[in-house]
């Protein structure tokens, strides 16, 4: 049985979206799929958005959830992380901080300086997300959602070794 891991299922339309879309893939109806985030009321809300959705589609599904990082990536096979660390408080400052020195962005988790900010605050989290992998599930493809997805894949190819 393959075993799916969704950090940062707290975001409700992303993950919901790729629950939907994973079990409409025939393949992976029997899977495993974890949930997991730091936000016990975000998380309680998806998980039974997907049992909602596997019992109603009468699958095979197991879906499990957790506030744990490492319970939830032990022995997985794929990892899709959507993370936003500092949450929308901490991203209103990426465009703030440009915009009083006259750098004024429309959206400030890619590029420019707002980019370089949300970078510095995902990598540190992004690389011990893939640390916690080589220990748990050396095996599993990371799939990353999170911006800066360039920063971020640089730095997970220079020090991480999982694919």
């Known amino acids: 049985m393959v075993k799916i891991v969704i950090i940062g299922a707290g975001s409700h339309v992303f993950a919901r979206n790729l629950i939907t879309d994973f079990l409409s893939y025939p393949e992976l109806r029997d899977s495993t799929i974890s949930l997991m985030d730091i936000d016990k009321e975000r ?6 958005f997907a ?27 794929y990892v899709v992380i959507s993370i936003r660390v500092g949450g929308f408080e901490a ?21 420019g300086p707002g980019g370089v900010f949300y970078g510095l605050r995902h990598i540190p989290v992004i690389l011990d997300i893939c640390h916690d992998m080589e220990e748990l599930c050396p095996d599993a493809w990371l799939i990353n959602y999170t911006n800066p997805m360039a920063m971020i894949c640089w730095a997970m190819n220079d020090y991480s070794s999982i694919k």
């Open 43 to 48: 998380l309680n809300l998806i998980t039974a």
């Open 51 to 77: 049992k909602k959705l596997v019992k109603q589609n009468g699958l095979k599904t197991k879906i499990e959830s957790t506030t744990n990082r490492r319970t939830a990536l032990e022995g997985a096979d």
């Open 91 to 111: 991203n209103k400052l990426d465009l703030q901080i440009p915009a009083k020195y006259g750098i004024k962005q429309g959206v400030g988790d890619t590029i």
